[in-house]
Structure formats: C-alpha cells, structure tokens
C-alpha cells in the first residue's frame, strides 16, 4: 500500500466516519435548518470563543468570504510572504475581493508587532487603505510552526491599536493546540475571525468552519450564497465533522510523534538539511543536496517505490504526517527515502 506523505488532506474517511455520516441527521442547510451542520456551528462557535460560525465547503472559501466581508476593493491586506493565502489560493484575494496582499519576511511563517507597525499604512489618498492582517496558524510553508500566543497578542494589538482587523487562517488550529496546550479558544480571542480546516488532521472528507462576531457571520452567509457555497443536506459532511471534533483531536499527537520521528529517521543522511530543524507539528519540510538529480527527481522515485512525499522546489520537499500514516510507516517511508539518496549521491 501506498505511503502518502503528500498531504494531511490525504486521508480517507473511517468507518467510524462514515457511521456517523450516515446517521446524521439532515435538513435544508441553505435555510439553516440542518441540525448536524447547526450543531457543527455551534460546537466550533465554542471552542474558538466566538458568537456564532458558518460552514463552509473549504478553507480557501473561508479566507475569500472573510476578505470579501472585510476588504473593499483596493485594501491592502498583510501576511507572511509565504502564507497559503499569498501562495496557494490563486489569488482570490484579488480576484474576488480586489485586495492585494503585502507580503512580510520573517522566520517560522511569522512576523512580529514591530513589523505589522511598521508595514501599516497611513491614511493616504495616495496609498490603498491597510485593512486586515492574517495570522497562518500552523504556518504551513514554515514545517508546520506554531504562533506562540504571546507573538499573536502582540501583533493583534498593534493592529487594533492601527485600525487593522485580524484573521487566523487556522487550517491547522488544532495542531497547535494539541502541541502546545494552549485553548483554541485563547488562539483565537485576539482575532477577529477565524477558521478551522476538518480536511486537513481532522480527517474529513469536506468540510471548513468559519467563526467570528454574529455580524461578521451574518455578512458571510451573504457571500457564502453568492459564491455558491450554500448547500442542502450537508449534515452527512457536518456528521463528519462532529466526529472528528470528538475522536480525531488529541490523536494528532501522534502525527507530531510521526513527523518528529520522521525528521530524525532522515537527518542522518548527510544529503538533509531540515527547514526548520526542529518540527513542531505535523509538517516536515527538508532540502536535499545532491551530485545527480533534484527534489523532483527524488520525488518521482518515492512514487516508484511506494511512497509520496511532494516536491516544493527543486530542491526542497514537504512531508506531512496524518490520520492513515502508523508509525511503521513513517520509518519505512525515511529508510525508502534514504536509499533513494543514496544513488542520487
Ligand atoms: C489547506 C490550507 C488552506 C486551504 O484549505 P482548503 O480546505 O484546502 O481549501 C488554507 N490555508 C492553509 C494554511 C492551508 O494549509
């Protein structure tokens, strides 16, 4: 069987999942009268601390509803240069919300208050209006890092402190939480809005949660119809979704387990550098340095061998530990990895 590192959206559902899907209750959901995706909202309304939440299909739909409510057309919204916003979402911002994106630097998928101070603009009939900062939690092109909460709190209150709203994109919220024990409730108080990817460690087949002020949800119901995103007997996916709040939470531990042991298995091999060294969560991202062949090249030989690790450049790969990955399998996929090396050397 195939050992896919490619994503932690990878994973199919489990027959505990499908159990659930298939007993959920169902209703008119465009109407609001799905009991399991009204439940879904609530429970996620709770456990980020905020008034009330929205399903939505996907993550990118949440990031593209959060701007469409927060942004007119020439704000300016600010994120880490290699955030899935700015990187990976074809430019929805742009194309649907007219926002540009300010990229900013920084190490780990992270920036701090005196950057975000120093990037806001002043108001300016010259310059776009600077409007909303987003805040990646995990940073997923930083190997999974975790937004301490103190750096959010700080970034959060230069940006109220400049007019500027803030969203956490926590596609991975729960990943930090589990890692660093802190509420998911705490994460996200000093945010705006935010929202939780159930695709992703979760193990759902569909399915993203959007949470925020009472007004910030009723404004994204409205985008939610107008780009389609309305749905009908969605509680078979929110089912899905509740499951996984219940069952596939305090597992992640032992993704982080895998991918930590991951990360050791192959730092041995002289031709691995880890970026970062010290994986906090579940994504491990490493440079190979070889004589013959690039990250690529190595990435199509896994495939041959059974396993798939992605390629992010030519010479950099990301590998991410989940749901259906034992940790059998993670030391099998860094030995296959290593012999690979080996004859690229
Ligand atoms: C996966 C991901 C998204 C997009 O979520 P989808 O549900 O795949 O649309 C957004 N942000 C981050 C950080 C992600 O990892």
Request: aromatic residues 6%; proline residues 4%; contains cysteine.
């Amino acid at each position: 069987m195939e050992i896919n590192l490619y994503s932690d959206t990878q994973t199919k559902p489990t027959a505990a999942m499908y159990a659930a899907m298939a007993s959920a209750a169902v209703g008119d959901e465009q109407h609001g009268r799905d009991p399991t995706v009204n439940a879904l909202c609530e429970r996620v309304a709770a456990l980020t601390g905020k008034q009330a939440a929205l399903f939505l299909p996907t993550g990118t739909m949440c990031n593209v509803i959060a701007f469409l409510v927060h942004c007119r057309p020439g704000d300016e919204v600010i994120a880490h240069e290699t955030s899935h916003v700015l990187m990976s979402e074809g430019g929805g911002a742009a194309a649907f919300a007219g926002a540009l994106i300010r990229p900013l630097p920084g190490a780990q998928g992270r920036f701090d208050a005196g950057q975000l101070v120093a990037a806001a603009r002043q108001p300016s009939r010259y310059s776009p209006r600077s409007r909303m900062v987003v805040i990646e939690q995990t940073a997923n092109f930083a190997g999974g890092a975790i937004w301490p909460l103190d750096q959010i709190q700080a970034v959060a209150d230069a940006a109220y402190a400049r007019g500027l709203i803030v969203h956490m994109d926590g596609a991975r919220l729960f990943n930090a939480v589990v890692r660093s024990g802190v509420a998911a409730a705490d994460f996200c108080a000093p945010c705006d809005s935010v929202w939780i990817d159930l695709t992703k460690g979760l193990g759902c087949p569909v399915g993203a949660v959007l949470a925020g002020s009472s007004g910030f949800i009723e404004n994204a119901r409205v985008w939610k119809q107008r780009c389609g995103g309305a749905m009908r007997q969605a509680g078979v996916l929110a089912g899905a979704g509740l499951h996984a709040l219940d069952h596939h939470v305090e597992r992640l531990a032992a993704d982080h387990r895998n991918a930590r042991e991951f990360a050791r298995l192959i730092s041995a091999h002289p031709a691995v550098t880890l970026a970062p060294p010290d994986p906090e969560t579940n994504i491990v991202i490493f440079d190979v340095g070889l004589r013959r062949g690039s990250a690529r090249d190595v990435s199509a030989r896994l495939l041959e061998r059974g396993v798939r690790i992605g390629a992010l450049s030519d010479s950099r790969l990301r590998a991410l530990t989940h749901l259906d990955i034992t940790s059998d399998q993670t030391a099998e996929a860094a030995t296959i990895l290593g012999s690979i090396l080996d004859d690229f050397r």
